[in-house]
């Protein structure tokens, strides 16, 4: 499937849909029969070949694959995938749905099935019995709800998600864990999934911090849309601007440095940050920049001297007016605010100038987060020079989900929700690449596009590491790499080695993680 890394929105998703058979003619009961089936060889892969099940739950492993079906055509998707695994003649299995019947799509496919002589039971009917049923399962195949859901799953359907959930089988979703949907709340019922077999186009709300601890997995199969469709209707906005997509992080690296480079070649990165008792964040931002490659690294820092000292190859002076001066006519990037719990707006204001008028790539870190407004950036010379001649912005932004909702004026909680327009809002208000970190993280570009990182990595989740992916980005830049490049390379790097070293090494400290990323950037086997 091509375009198959674009992120939708289910309403966009259901006006592809929607567009496929309307104005294509592909019937419905055709796109229904390619999604079931492939749905059901990835199930099968997962229950045979791979000889797993997706999690660490309590399986039966001679109980049913039990079909949970809703009245949509998500039902109907999960109705077709049981009749392929009763065609193989070798699972149990059995339907559960629900009293208020199914819409005329999905009845038919469970009129194939009770012609082939299976039965099904009613959840508000026999909830003992389904229950019961369901702790026995080998696996669950969640079919409830998927892009047409409106609001919160309601009534009796929210009843059997809880008893889905509750059953402690493995639960495969099918297309979403049902009750998701584009703007949900914390509190709405939903699946927990162990699998999410996506039929079509990858869903927004799976790759969001409230969404995704619940998709488990994710496998996608394709129904058979036209490719040309899914670039209409993204390339038209419809009813989700901006172009979101998941990125491979194999597939960014950083540019290759020549053999006869010497340390000016590989770019000079200067941090401004600490202050007493913080003196650690400048420290392993600068070396986060020194293995991501930069030739030279100075820290100019508000902390004790030899607070947080770390190596000696960072060249380490007072955070003085002097030094000031010196390292920005020094650097060829700058990041600033790892642990500058002391500066003011001021500080920030007259750096941030500074190092604009000097056309030096800026990364903005932690406590700068906090003092930045868009009026420094407005201001400061560099940004409107860009704007004018449409040059790409040269600012990165690296907050967590936490400065990010203080610069918004938003909730952490409303950002788990949904990110995506206050990020493109973000990246816009300020002409900067926006980076929002957490278990997925997203790389907005000032022109709209966001760039998504999954693959959760617990051991990333400690002091200093994003200190580190700051002094990374700083690296990229000075090495002359364009910011919305840099900062996509810096995640995906960052990612890879915590992945590697959490392989090798179980938990870790950031400047464990510096010392990894030396070898994924520099190319170690
Ligand atoms: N053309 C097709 O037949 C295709 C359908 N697909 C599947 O179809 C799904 C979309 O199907 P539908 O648009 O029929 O809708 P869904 O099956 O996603 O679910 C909506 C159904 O749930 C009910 N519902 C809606 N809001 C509810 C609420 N708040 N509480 C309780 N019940 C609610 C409605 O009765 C509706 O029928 C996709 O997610 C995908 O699984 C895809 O597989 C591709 C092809
Ligand atoms: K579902």
Redesign the pocket.
């Known amino acids: 499937m091509n375009e198959q890394d674009l992120l939708l929105s ?1 309403a966009l ?2 006006d592809i ?1 929607r567009a ?2 309307e104005e294509l003619g592909i019937p ?2 055709v ?2 029969e ?3 089936r492939g749905a059901w060889e990835v199930l099968r892969r997962v229950l045979q070949e791979e000889g797993t099940t997706p999690a660490e739950r309590k399986t039966s492993p001679e109980g049913p694959l039990v079909f949970c079906a ?8 999960a109705l077709v995938m049981a009749r392929w695994a009763f065609l193989e003649e070798q699972f149990p299995l059995a339907v559960v749905t629900s009293r ?1 019947g199914l ?1 005329a ?2 009845e038919a496919q469970w009129e194939i099935l009770r012609r082939l002589g299976l039965s099904r039971l009613v959840w508000e009917e026999e909830p003992g019995a389904v229950r019961e049923l369901l702790g026995g399962a080998r696996m669950i195949v969640d ?13 009796s ?2 009843g059997l998600v809880e008893a889905m959930n509750a059953s402690g089988a493995p639960i495969a979703s ?3 864990p049902s009750g998701f949907r584009d703007d949900p709340d914390p509190g709405d019922p939903r699946v927990r999934a162990d699998l999410t077999i996506v ?2 186009y990858l869903k927004r709300s799976l790759f969001t911090a409230l969404g995704r601890p619940g998709a488990g997995r994710i496998v996608q199969v394709d ?1 058979g ?1 036209p490719p040309s469709l899914v670039r209409a209707a993204v390339g038209s906005g419809g009813s989700s601007p901006s172009q979101v997509r998941l990125r491979n992080p194999r597939d960014l690296t950083p540019r290759p440095v020549p053999a006869d480079a010497h340390k000016g070649v590989r770019g000079k990165v200067g941090v401004v940050g600490g202050a007493p008792g913080t003196g650690g964040a400048p420290l392993l931002a600068g070396l986060g920049a020194l293995y991501g490659g930069a030739g030279m690294v100075r820290v100019c820092t508000g902390a004790a001297p030899g607070e947080g000292w770390c190596d000696p190859s960072l060249m380490v002076k007072a955070d003085t007016r002097e030094n000031r001066t010196g390292i920005l006519d020094w650097a060829s990037a700058l990041v600033i605010g790892p642990g500058w719990t002391d500066a003011g707006r001021d500080d920030l204001r007259d750096l941030l100038g500074e190092a604009r008028q000097r056309s030096l790539p800026v990364v903005l870190d932690a406590q700068a987060l906090r003092l930045l407004e868009p009026a420094l950036v407005v201001e400061s010379p560099q940004v409107s020079g860009a704007e004018k001649s449409g040059g790409e912005a040269s600012l990165i932004l690296t907050p967590h989900p936490g400065e990010l909702a203080a610069m918004l004026g938003c909730t952490p909680r409303d950002l788990a929700c949904n990110p995506w327009e206050a990020l493109r809002k973000t990246a816009e208000i300020y002409a900067a690449v926006v980076v929002l970190k957490g278990s997925v993280t997203c790389v907005a570009d000032p022109d709209g596009r966001i760039s998504v990182f999954d693959g959760g990595c617990p051991a990333l989740a400690t002091a200093g590491t994003g200190d580190v992916l700051a002094g990374l980005a700083g690296a990229l830049c000075a090495a002359g790499t364009e910011a919305a490049e840099a900062a996509r390379t810096a995640v995906a790097l960052h990612l890879r080695a915590g992945q590697r070293l959490a392989s090798r090494a179980g938990w870790f400290t950031a400047r464990d993680l510096a010392r990894s990323l030396g070898e994924i950037s520099g190319g170690a086997p």
């Not at 809703?70 to 998707?77: A, I, R, W």
């Not at 079919?143 to 009534?155: P, V």
């Open positions: 289910s998703m259901a849909d496929a058979r419905g009961v796109l229904m390619n999604a079931g809703g009245p949509g055509n998500n039902g109907g998707d208020a819409g799509a999905a079919g409830l709800s998927g892009t047409g859901l409106s609001g919160a799953l309601r009534g359907a929210a099918v297309d979403l039929t079509g129904p849309f």
